[in-house]
């Protein structure tokens, strides 16, 4: 699988993503600084919109995180526990 | 009545032997239901402890009481796993709890104040309950019923470190607490006897109805709070609180001009020292709020034990520069006041949306980076933790929002207009109360100056280049409240 690239549409910074890295991951790989606290998709700081591209939660987790089937459906993401599929613009 | 044994047995039985001397007919059947009567007494402890420490202002005293409250939370949570594991019927556990004990824990929660309420607790209920895990601890089998065995033995040696943690507090703090509430636990014990004891198992005396302190009315948690007699009254605690103090505004601005990094540091303290109101709003949530599933009891429990740490922390770090924090320190009582009459679920939802807030503008993790970067490496762990414990808040928060409101649109509606709607008294109770004297944090600020400049004098300046934010995300986020 290739690294895709991540933007912010606001901040104009971006990142790439490796496979099986989440987005936080590689923000914090890249040094860039996102809120967030538990990496576990529980406490939503990380909670983001996602403007186009493909990223999906971890499928093994997707049962706990705490993201309501609307907010999934408006394309918000919990960037601890969301996987990279394509190019993405985040919402941020 | 009922006993931890199996009854009518016949003398001479065609059967071999028992495999051990004692402890030969211990039932699962009475195992479980001593463990859930243990359960419910220890549930409903847990609740007014909550509710106690709300009303509670003697600081080590309240302090004492929140960690003795989680403690008690995980210990009828242990029952309650333990008895469910030992066929007790899960409907039985949430929806038939022994009547007779909830009357007892009644009881308990009417004491008129807090020395009351301590000695009732630890003078007559702590005692009786560790009797009772020692009694079901020497009666049952230590194989068969080892999970048992293992929980009670934890459960015992936390039980007499609080008794004896809290009798060492009393002889500091109030010498004849136990003996001036000797009437009070009397009548408590007699109560409890009149049902058999904790476990059901013992002898039953009448019940104390003609009692002189029988018959006081029902229990509710306190819509206001008062602070430690030892501090001035104050309303507020640093100046981003009170829009309209500027002359508290001022004298910050001169402890930052003194040093801004010692200004943060001394900040961070008294924020987190004030972090007590959150502790005091999910404590009354506990109590406010019945009938609600374990769970819900159990997460609030740890979330007002955690902000009181967090309190702890702050108190801590003052303590320890050797300053005299009554005198020098603001502890408010505004925020828990200005919310006090709200409906209890509307309080939760502004305590949420508050610790939400703070960490998706990722405050937290500004300030341990502000922290660290000027070397203040006991400031950098309290705040280290403290994050990792508002995640956790959040994640309660969220679930138990979505459980009282409905996991649906109209819930997640209702919320936001709970929300929006707590705003409006929470600044009215600001501007009602901006002109009185313990509204003003000038003087306290003054007097800070004074002590932190002498302080200052005798550390050399390391020139360190640090970064400094002054808490622009916390300030964001309550100019929204």
């Known amino acids: 699988m290739p690294d895709y690239i991540v933007s912010l549409v606001k901040s104009g910074v971006q990142f790439t993503v490796k496979p099986d890295e989440t987005i936080l991951e590689a923000a914090e790989r890249a040094g860039v600084f996102m809120a967030h606290s538990c990496l576990s998709g529980t406490c939503r700081s990380c909670i983001t919109r996602v403007i186009s591209g493909c990223a999906e939660h971890d499928p093994d987790y997707a049962d706990e995180l705490h993201i309501d089937s609307d907010e999934l459906a408006d394309n918000y993401r919990l960037l601890c526990s969301a996987l990279v599929y394509s190019d993405l613009n985040l919402e941020k | ?481």
């Open chain 2, 1 to 481: 009545m009922y006993s931890l044994f199996s009854l009518d047995k016949v003398l001479i039985v065609k059967v071999l032997p028992a495999s051990r001397s004692e402890h030969a007919d211990v039932r699962v059947e009475n195992a479980s239901r001593y463990l859930i009567y243990c359960y419910t007494i220890e549930r409903q402890l847990m609740r007014i402890m909550a509710a106690k420490f709300v009303d509670t202002s003697q600081w080590d005293f309240k302090r004492q009481l929140a960690q003795d409250m989680w403690e008690t939370s995980r210990h009828a949570d242990a029952l309650r796993t333990r008895a469910l594991e030992l066929r007790f019927p899960r409907r039985d556990v949430d929806k038939k709890p022994n009547a007779d004990r909830l009357t007892l824990m009644a009881e308990y929660a009417k004491s008129k104040d807090t020395e009351e309420f301590i000695g009732g607790v630890y003078g007559a209920l702590l005692p009786e309950l560790l009797r009772t895990y020692q009694n079901y601890l020497e009666q049952t089998d230590q194989l068969d019923d080892a999970p048992t065995v293992f929980i009670l033995r934890h459960i015992a040696a936390d039980k007499e470190g609080q008794i004896e943690h809290m009798r060492s507090l009393t002889e500091q703090i109030s010498p004849n607490l136990f003996a001036d509430t000797s009437d009070w636990q009397d009548y408590l014990r007699q109560l409890s006897a009149s049902i058999g004891g904790i476990s059901g198992l013992e002898t039953f005396v009448p019940k104390p109805s003609d009692h002189p302190l029988a018959g006081r009315p029902a229990y509710a948690v306190g819509r206001s709070v008062q602070r430690d007699a030892r501090w001035r009254p104050a309303l507020f605690h640093l100046p981003h609180e009170n829009k309209f103090d500027v002359e508290g505004r001022k004298a910050w601005q001169r402890i930052e001009s003194l040093d801004k990094r010692v200004a943060m540091q001394v900040w961070s303290a008294i924020s987190h020292f004030n972090e007590i109101w959150a502790a005091e709003v999910v404590a009354a949530s506990i109590w406010d709020f019945d009938n609600q599933p374990w769970d819900f009891y159990l997460d609030l429990a740890r979330w007002a034990w955690d902000e009181t740490r967090h309190s702890t922390m702050g108190y801590r770090a003052l303590q320890g520069w050797g300053w005299d924090v009554p005198e020098l320190i603001p502890w408010g009582n505004a925020l828990y006041n200005a919310m006090g009459p709200m409906p209890p679920i509307q309080r939760l939802a502004l305590l949420y949306f508050y610790e939400d807030s703070l960490l998706r503008a990722g405050v937290k993790q500004i300030e341990i980076k502000i922290l660290e970067s000027a070397q203040d490496d006991g400031g950098v762990q309290d705040m280290d933790f403290d994050w990792a414990d508002e995640a956790i808040h959040v994640s309660y928060g969220y679930t138990w929002l979505r459980h009282l409101l409905g996991d649906s649109n109209a819930g997640k509606t209702e919320l936001t207009r709970l929300t929006d709607e707590a705003r409006d008294p929470v600044a009215r109770f600001v501007a009602d109360h901006k002109d009185k004297p313990e509204a003003k944090l000038a003087p306290y600020f003054d007097r800070l100056y004074d002590v932190i400049s002498a302080m200052l004098k005798e550390i050399p300046d390391d020139h360190l280049e640090f970064q400094w934010a002054p808490v622009v995300a916390d300030d964001e986020v309550l100019k929204a409240l």
